[in-house]
């Protein structure tokens, strides 16, 4: 499986930003999608995770209520919709797949992509 992030940029305080997270390669329904971020000096953490079949969508608190997982399957698409930003989102951003195990670690996810840069201005 490989995965490409994509989306991020610099924007300002409380605006919104969508990234997405492209598969290719052969991908298993049980699969689920992460996304994770990494802010400078700062040890990688999750954010949101969604299985490939659909249904059940896991947040940080941190994020909860202003961002939103979601996928494509005829895209194999997974976006990370990201509203009212703040100046600690800024991170580099990046999605994981993992065919099973605990959804907020990040040991436990087998295909990781190149991060995607958000910076958030105040």
């Known amino acids: 499986v490989q995965l490409q992030a994509s989306g991020g940029g610099l924007v300002q305080a409380g605006d919104s930003l969508r990234l997405s997270c492209a598969a290719s390669?052969?991908?298993?329904?049980?699969?689920?999608v992460g996304w994770f971020r990494q802010a400078p000096g700062k040890e990688r953490e999750f954010v949101a995770r969604?299985?490939?079949?659909?249904?059940?969508?896991y947040y940080a608190d941190s994020v909860k209520g202003r961002f939103s997982i979601s996928r494509d399957n005829a895209k194999n698409t997974v976006y990370l919709q990201m509203n009212s930003l703040k100046p600690e989102d800024t991170a580099v951003y990046y999605c994981a797949a993992q065919g099973g195990g605990t959804y907020y670690r990040n040991e436990e996810y087998d295909y990781w992509g190149q991060g995607t840069q958000v910076t958030v201005s105040s």
């Open positions: 390669g052969r991908i298993f329904n049980n699969y689920r």
């Open positions: 969604i299985r490939w079949s659909g249904g059940s969508t």
